[in-house]
Nanobody, 119 residues
Framework: EVQLVESGGGLVQPGGSLRLSCKASGFTYSPFSSSAMSWVRQAPGKGLEWVSGINRGNGAPIYADSVKGRFTISRDNSKNMLYLQMNNLKTADSARYYC?????????RGPGTQVTVSE
């Protein structure tokens, strides 16, 4: 059973940075490296928003327009880890962030980590 655990969230001022991490386990039938991964987020009272995805293999990344140029997704397949470097954070980025299997974020998700951007 695939399990994902996010960490790295917190309170940061606008313009600040955070790095989210996601530890993956339970990839019994195929390695972590063979799975596309993604980050999604959900702000209070809003629906789930896809943020970024990274392909298997060479890890080609894709981003939502709202975070392009500010966020960077990466993975370390040797450690079964997924990351999201978030720079120049805005109050609109405040949400609970989840890593997920699959490129669209519709697969298995972890419990999430809270990011709050506020003065």
């Amino acid at each position: 059973e695939v399990q994902l655990v996010e960490s790295g969230g917190g309170l940061v001022q606008p313009g600040g940075s955070l790095r989210l991490s996601c530890k993956a386990s339970g990839f019994t039938y195929s390695p972590f490296s063979s799975s596309a991964m993604s980050w999604v987020r959900q702000a209070p009272g809003k629906g789930l928003e896809w943020v970024s995805g990274i392909n298997r293999g060479n890890g080609a990344p894709i981003y939502a327009d709202s975070v392009k140029g500010r966020f960077t997704i990466s993975r370390d397949n040797s450690k079964n880890m997924l990351y999201l470097q978030m720079n120049n954070l805005k109050t609109a980025d405040s949400a609970r962030y989840y890593c997920a299997t699959g490129l669209s974020g519709s697969g298995v998700r972890g419990p999430g980590t809270q990011v709050t951007v506020s003065e």
